[in-house]
């Protein structure tokens, strides 16, 4: 009882430096934030202290509630792509050998190696016009002039799924790693063909990962305004280009913050309703 | 005789290099409660993955029921496993987990929800329907498994050690319901066991299984009776493993020279020459220690100790050969280091086949 209480007791003061870190830099810097959000925009610079809802209401506006609209768009696409490429691959790694499942997962982890940044230049490179892709697919006679592909909503796509795909692959595969195969031969012994076996076991069974999946896909990709700016050009609008640009140019630090807040509100709505979906607090993946 | 139901013809199976099942044969008849038993990694478990065709043989034949079924799936055999580890969905309630083959089969709602009720109750858990199965105690789990497997009225049952996880009391209240269970269906059971008095209390046939061959198949009182290897005589029941040489064979009766004395065997049949090297078994408990009929064998008590109910003496005869006897209570007075006589009675020595 006493040694239990002790311990406890321990366990806490280790605990101390991380509360102390999350509170220092995660939960001060979101309420400052909040806080932010309903001053008003100093003239030059910086903000005045004059409570205000006019940040929120501007976020009503048609311009931003179409960037909204138009984020979450590409968000569901992107996400939808990853889904479907890394479902699959991801289960298909959890079924290889302990040898090929290492070197699989260092192939994975290469690409980290390097700033995610300097690698979509990398794309940049390779979609431009008479880049890589045209010279391939010209020197192929598949197509007869330059597809003028960068700058397009396709790259874009192509820069988001390629940046979001190993969260996918990663929390699907630690979840069908995890499961109880004998489950689908038993359902393979009750009856199931292998497509339904996979659809009532298998699926089900790593509905957690893939859930936990979609979220690392979708949440960031709100917010990746780079992504965007670098492979789309000017063309595509997406939230984090609009709070990037009323830091940067727009000097508007209060409204910044207000779509910052709401960004914040959706991906908690979106990380509550996975909780509901699967039961549990846990996400595959993450911990 | 009854029909037929499994016919396994010269299945063999290999795991990269090692040939795990060497060429087994083996006739199932129908309502037959046949059990394998063999030790650790003799391959019981692959032979039912074969059967139930999780495991493809790399030759042979499967016949179940009359069709040759070795290339078909295991969706497309008409028999259910009840696996080691149970393998209960755990995100079906115990109603979805005993109900999924029979909506595989499109059976009807309302026919499904009273075959459910049926089997519940066959097993014992009236009432269970809702319940999650990761909320369930191990004997409880058991039970789901099985009646997720009867209630698709299987030609054959395959249980795999399905009581091993069970406490000892538990094991056998299982054992008793089992039995009754399959006499009650008739369906077909194999199964698996580690536990030789599990073997022999509930089986038809026991299969003994040494290193992917069978190495004898019979009733329980043939196996422990009548071993026809030393392995089946030191595998069933606790025997004691000895080597003669015969003086003569007559009649039914061999006579065999033994640790200075001699003893006699019941020959069934077979005829052994003047001078053969002959291996036999007899029993612990049938050792006799006292009102000897046949020859006496000098012996020293060596060791004498109590363990399971059982007393267990440890004589030394001449050439340093050590034989064990046992008995039940302990009220035996052989002190170590005490000479005494020891006789074998002529019907309970078992010569065994030589090993190649
Ligand atoms: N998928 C597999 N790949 C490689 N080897 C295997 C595989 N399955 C089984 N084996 C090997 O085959 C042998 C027999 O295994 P099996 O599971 O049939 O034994 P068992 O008699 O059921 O043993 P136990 O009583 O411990 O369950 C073992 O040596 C095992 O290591
Ligand atoms: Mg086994």
């Known amino acids: 009882m006493t040694m239990k209480k002790r311990k406890n007791k321990s366990i806490y003061l280790m605990l101390v430096p991380i509360y102390a870190f999350t509170i220092i830099f995660v939960l001060f810097p979101i309420l400052y934030m909040i806080l932010l959000s309903f001053l008003s925009k100093a003239e030059v610079w910086g903000v005045v202290k004059e409570v205000t809802l006019d940040n929120y209401k501007k976020i009503t506006e048609p311009l931003y509630i179409k960037t909204f609209l138009d984020s979450i768009k590409l968000a569901a696409i992107s996400t939808g792509f990853v889904v479907l490429l890394g479902y699959p691959f991801g289960y298909f790694m959890a079924k290889l050998s302990k040898k090929w499942k290492r070197r699989m997962m260092e192939l994975i982890m290469v690409p980290f190696w390097t700033s995610g940044l300097m690698r979509l230049y990398g794309?940049?490179?390779?979609?431009?016009?008479?880049?890589?892709?045209?010279?391939?697919?010209?020197?192929?006679?598949?197509?007869?002039?330059?597809?003028?592909?960068?700058?397009?909503?396709?790259?874009?796509?192509?820069?988001?799924?390629?940046?979001?795909?190993?969260?996918?692959?990663?929390?699907?595969?630690?979840?069908?790693?995890?499961?109880?195969?004998?489950?689908?031969?038993?359902?393979?012994?009750?009856?199931?063909?292998?497509?339904?076996?996979?659809?009532?076991?298998?699926?089900?069974?790593?509905?957690?990962?893939?859930?936990?999946?979609?979220?690392?896909?979708?949440?960031?990709?709100?917010?990746?305004?780079?992504?965007?700016?670098?492979?789309?050009?000017?063309?595509?609008?997406?939230?984090?280009?609009?709070?990037?640009?009323?830091?940067?140019?727009?000097?508007?630090?209060?409204?910044?913050?207000?779509?910052?807040?709401?960004l914040m509100l959706l991906t908690t709505m979106l990380i509550s309703l996975y909780k509901r979906v699967t039961g549990s607090g846990e996400m595959e993946g993450l911990v | 005789m009854r029909e037929v139901i499994l016919d396994l013809q010269d299945i063999k199976k290999s795991f990269g290099k090692n040939e795990i099942l060497k060429g087994l044969n083996l006739k199932v008849h129908e309502g037959e409660f046949l059990?394998?038993?063999?030790?650790?990694?003799?391959?019981?478990?692959?032979?039912?993955?074969?059967?139930?065709?999780?495991?493809?043989?790399?030759?042979?034949?499967?016949?179940?029921?009359?069709?040759?079924?070795?290339?078909?799936?295991?969706?497309?055999?008409?028999?259910?496993?009840?696996?080691?580890?149970?393998?209960?969905?755990?995100?079906?309630?115990?109603?979805?987990?005993?109900?999924?083959?029979?909506?595989?089969?499109?059976?009807?709602?309302?026919?499904?929800?009273k075959r459910?009720?049926?089997?519940?109750?066959?097993?014992?858990?009236?009432?269970?329907?809702?319940?999650?199965?990761?909320?369930?105690?191990?004997?409880?789990?058991?039970?789901?498994?099985?009646?997720?497997?009867?209630?698709?009225?299987?030609?054959?049952?395959?249980?795999?050690?399905?009581?091993?996880?069970?406490?000892?009391?538990?094991?056998?209240?299982?054992?008793?319901?089992?039995?009754?269970?399959?006499?009650?269906?008739?369906?077909?059971?194999?199964?698996?066991?580690?536990?030789q008095e599990e073997a022999i209390n509930m089986s038809d046939r026991i299969v003994v299984m040494k290193e992917g061959q069978f190495e004898q198949i019979g009733t329980p009182d043939e196996i422990y009776n009548e071993p026809k290897t030393s392995y089946v005589a030191a595998f069933v029941g606790d025997s004691n493993i000895l080597t003669g040489t015969v003086k003569e064979c007559a009649e039914d009766k061999v006579v065999m020279e033994f640790a200075g004395g001699t003893v006699m065997a019941q020959a069934k049949g077979k005829s052994y020459k003047e001078g053969e090297q002959v291996v036999f078994s007899i029993r612990r408990e049938n050792i006799k220690l006292e009102d000897h009929k046949d020859m006496p064998i000098k012996a020293v008590v060596k060791e004498k100790s109590f363990a399971g109910g059982m007393l267990r003496i440890v004589f030394l005869v001449s050439d340093n050969i050590e034989i064990v006897a046992s008995r039940q209570g302990i009220n035996y007075n052989l002190v170590p280091g005490e000479e005494t006589e020891i006789s074998f009675a002529s019907e309970h020595v078992v010569i065994l086949n030589q090993e190649m």
């Not at chain 2, 030609?155 to 009581?163: Q, V």
């Open chain 1, 123 to 262: 794309w940049i490179i390779v979609f431009r016009s008479n880049g890589t892709l045209d010279q391939i697919l010209m020197g192929l006679h598949i197509t007869k002039s330059p597809l003028k592909l960068l700058y397009s909503y396709e790259a874009v796509v192509v820069g988001m799924i390629y940046a979001l795909m190993p969260f996918m692959v990663l929390s699907v595969y630690s979840s069908a790693e995890k499961m109880d195969w004998t489950l689908v031969e038993a359902a393979r012994d009750l009856g199931a063909t292998k497509f339904k076996a996979f659809i009532t076991i298998t699926l089900k069974q790593t509905m957690p990962g893939l859930l936990s999946g979609v979220i690392l896909t979708f949440v960031p990709s709100m917010g990746m305004f780079f992504v965007a700016d670098l492979l789309g050009g000017n063309k595509i609008v997406l939230v984090g280009s609009v709070i990037q640009e009323q830091l940067t140019k727009g000097r508007n630090l209060p409204f910044a913050a207000a779509m910052s807040v709401v």
């Open chain 2, 35 to 113: 059990t394998f038993l063999g030790a650790s990694g003799c391959g019981k478990t692959t032979t039912l993955r074969i059967i139930a065709g999780l495991e493809m043989p790399d030759s042979g034949q499967v016949i179940l029921n009359g069709v040759d079924v070795t290339k078909k799936e295991p969706n497309e055999r008409d028999v259910n496993t009840v696996f080691q580890n149970y393998a209960l969905f755990p995100h079906m309630s115990v109603e979805d987990n005993i109900a999924y083959g029979l909506k595989l089969k499109k059976v009807a709602k309302n026919e499904i929800k």
């Open chain 2, 116 to 195: 459910v009720k049926e089997v519940l109750s066959l097993v014992q858990l009236e009432g269970y329907e809702k319940r999650r199965t990761t909320e369930l105690s191990g004997g409880q789990k058991q039970r789901v498994a099985i009646a997720r497997a009867v209630v698709n009225n299987p030609k054959i049952l395959l249980l795999d050690e399905p009581l091993g996880a069970l406490d000892a009391k538990l094991r056998h209240q299982m054992q008793l319901e089992l039995k009754k269970l399959q006499k009650s269906l008739g369906i077909t059971f194999l199964y698996i066991t580690h536990d």
